[in-house]
């Protein structure tokens, strides 16, 4: 039973590129969730998605990121013009249901993104 | 605000000594409660959570941890340390009227000596 998977495991962009990360959550799992970790730092929230439909982006930036999750393949993550701050570990969760469930997110491996 | 906080960044311990992570949330509505730990190079694992019911909670590897709501707390412990648990340990929240998102502390290092 495969996990969550993202993929690429290490980005290297420079400044003004875009970059695009993709997650595939666990089977069975319609629910992603995908959180950025600064060096030295936890976790921080950043959108919740269900399938075609985004549920909660308090925790996006206004400007250049953006996420979806098509009905078919995975999850996408995309960060546009990046600058050196974005620079961090950008991990994917998955959970089978939605709120105010007994439901744990399963954390995929993270993308380490390095902008140069 | 929502928020979760975990009092020790760094922890060293010797091989069978008892370890206590602090962990403290703000919030007064319904929570769940998670520790996570990240071994290195590797993705976050769930160690246990608590949603309701018995606060003393047992989770994999020997790992418990006690929900005492009068404190906001949820303090993780393991009597017995190995080295094989040096690892970063997260406590999360998932509060009510937050939809799914989960609200990590900063994390803990713990440094497992021989």
């Known amino acids: 039973n495969a996990g969550v998977m993202q993929n690429p495991r290490h980005l290297v962009r420079r400044r003004g590129q875009e970059a695009r990360l993709r997650c595939s959550p666990m089977?069975?799992?319609?629910?992603v969730y995908w959180y950025r970790q600064l060096p030295e730092e936890g976790l921080k929230f950043m959108v919740y998605l269900q399938k075609e439909n985004i549920i909660d982006e308090s925790g996006m930036p206004k400007e250049r990121f953006s996420a979806e999750f098509p009905k078919e393949g995975p999850s996408i993550l995309r960060i546009q013009q990046v600058v050196r701050g974005d620079s961090a570990a950008y991990f994917c969760?998955?959970?089978?249901?939605?709120?105010?469930?007994?439901?744990?997110?399963?954390f995929g491996p993270g993308t380490r993104l390095l902008v140069l | 605000a929502q928020s979760v906080s975990q009092h020790n960044h760094h922890v060293i311990l010797s091989e069978a000594a008892s370890l206590e992570l602090g962990c403290n949330y703000s919030y007064g509505g319904t929570v769940n409660l998670f520790w996570y730990v990240q071994y290195p190079g590797q993705h976050l694992q769930l160690l246990l959570k608590y949603f309701s019911g018995d606060p003393l909670v047992k989770g994999i590897k020997g790992f418990e941890a006690e929900f005492i709501k009068s404190k906001f707390s949820f303090n993780l412990r393991k009597p017995s340390v190995q080295w094989s648990d040096t690892a970063e340990y997260f406590c999360?929240?998932?509060?009510?009227?937050?939809?799914?998102?989960?609200?990590f502390g900063a994390g803990t290092r713990l440094a497992v000596h021989p």
């Open positions: 969760a998955s959970s089978p249901r939605a709120i105010l469930s007994q439901e744990t997110q399963y």
């Open positions: 999360a929240g998932r509060f009510s009227g937050g939809y799914n998102k989960l609200i």
């Open positions: 089977k069975g799992h319609s629910h």
